[in-house]
């Protein structure tokens, strides 16, 4: 079993930054895919970033290209979202996940992750 917390949410101006922090615990993911999703208010939740486990191979959506950058430190079994120049339509509850087995591309493409956090709210104001 893994527990993921999810930390570092909160209200900041449009072209501000936040850094999210996602802490696993019960076992090491740092062989799981980890990855970020959001849902925006009336929205189905999202795709927005994942991680390859040993972190050479990175993948976003559209929408947070190039302002939007996900990195792990697997020795303190942590993975990051560093969000840049953020946008009212960047405001969402943020879940972490992360899944042990299955290819990364499988998972960003169905959802199927095999954990999940509970979320943190990040909200942009216009």
């Known amino acids: 079993q893994v527990t993921l917390v999810e930390s570092g949410g909160g209200l900041v101006q449009a072209g501000g930054s936040l850094r999210l922090s996602c802490a696993a615990s019960g076992r090491t993911v740092s062989r799981y895919a980890m990855g970020w999703f959001r849902q925006a208010p009336g929205k189905d939740r999202e795709f927005v970033a994942a991680?390859?486990?040993?972190?050479?191979?990175?993948y976003y959506s559209d929408s947070v290209k190039d302002r939007f950058t996900i990195s792990r430190d697997n020795a303190l079994n942590t993975v990051y979202l560093q969000m840049n120049i953020l946008k009212p339509e960047d405001t969402a509850v943020y879940y972490c996940a992360a899944d042990p087995g299955q290819d990364i591309v499988v998972v960003i493409t169905t959802g199927e992750w095999g954990y999940w956090g509970q979320g943190t709210q990040v909200t942009v104001p216009s």
């Open positions: 991680i390859s486990w040993s972190g050479g191979s990175t």
